[in-house]
């Protein structure tokens, strides 16, 4: 089933997510719905709170990126209740965009590599290590659940050069190809 994404000006998006125990009901179809979702608006991860749930649940699959380079093929994960317990290496910065803040894409900051502590849809425990574009999605992704969005992370000239965005956004101008529920929308 395909939800509805909540944009930039809905407070869920603002909130610390809480972790999950593996009777969370209905988890499975809630994980397919938020791929399904994700692949509907042509994004590459969806967090939970991007469809109205304060969950600690992200989902990524960078199949699209393989067509570019094959080391994306077959990235395809889930990921629960999870914490980067470590994050290293050189500042990159990195364009990014977010299915919360349709029309925006920015440079961002973040640290190239990292170690990251998450349970996978059967619920079995992952520690690993991602660096490069697979820790950037990764980390985008955490950034949800932790109440962040990519905007929190650009330079101050660069927030007030998308501020009237941010405002259409917030008052329901923004348009999109994909279902969105905007700030001032009625539940
Ligand atoms: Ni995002």
Do not use: W
């Amino acid at each position: 089933m395909i939800l509805p994404i909540y944009l930039y000006g809905q407070p869920i998006l603002r909130e610390v997510a809480k972790d999950i125990t593996a009777d969370y009901p209905n988890l499975k179809e809630l994980i397919d719905n938020l791929f399904e979702t994700m692949y509907r608006a042509d994004g590459i991860g969806l967090a939970a709170p991007q469809v109205g749930l304060p969950i600690r649940l992200f989902v990524i699959d960078m199949e699209p990126l393989a067509e570019d380079n094959p080391l994306y093929a077959g990235f395809k994960k889930t990921f629960i209740n999870p914490r980067i317990v470590e994050e290293t290496g050189e500042i990159v910065k990195m364009e990014e965009g977010c299915l919360s803040l349709p029309g925006i894409n920015e440079d961002v900051e973040r640290e190239e590599k990292i170690r990251i502590q998450y349970f996978d849809e059967n619920f079995v425990l992952h520690d690993e290590v991602y660096d490069n574009f697979f820790a950037r999605c990764i980390q985008h992704e955490y950034d949800h659940i932790e109440g962040k969005l990519f905007i929190d992370r650009i330079s101050g000239i660069r927030k007030q050069l998308i501020k009237g965005k941010l405002t259409n956004m917030i008052k329901g101008k923004t348009r999109c190809h994909y279902k969105i529920k905007p700030a001032q929308s009625k539940n």
